[in-house]
């Protein structure tokens, strides 16, 4: 059974920065990407960041130059790192994994989420 296991999440003033981390356990094979989304209070779960299976990043248009996804091939891992935080950052952060499954189909599986805070 596959699982996504986050890590890093919490309480962090503005200005300041945080680190989470997604391991994959089990096995995925064609993973298209990887990547780290993001729900607010009262919003729709929104791509913050993910990486493909070839090395492209694509962030979130608000967290550009503050946030760095990377991936470990050889750990299965994705990490975030978040930079210059701000309030409208709080959200409960899911991992995500794209799997391909068929010529054109896709599966994704996902973290429990891990909440991060930002205070102002």
């Known amino acids: 059974q596959v699982q996504l296991v986050e890590s890093g999440g919490g309480l962090v003033q503005a200005g300041g920065s945080r680190r989470l981390s997604c391991a994959v356990k089990?096995?995925?094979?064609?993973?298209?990407?990887m990547g780290w989304y993001r729900q607010a209070p009262g919003k729709l779960r929104v791509l913050a960041a993910d990486i493909t299976s070839g090395g492209t990043m694509n962030y979130r248009e608000s967290v550009k130059g503050r946030f760095t996804i990377s991936r470990d091939y050889a750990k299965n891992t994705v990490d975030l790192q978040m930079d210059s935080l701000k309030p409208e950052d709080t959200a409960v952060y899911y991992c995500?994994?794209?799997?391909?499954?068929?010529?054109?189909?896709?599966?994704?599986?996902w973290g429990r989420g891990t909440q991060v805070t930002v205070s102002p």
């Open positions: 089990g096995s995925i094979f064609g993973i298209k990407s």
């Open positions: 995500n994994v794209v799997a391909t499954v068929g010529p054109t189909a896709t599966r994704n599986y």
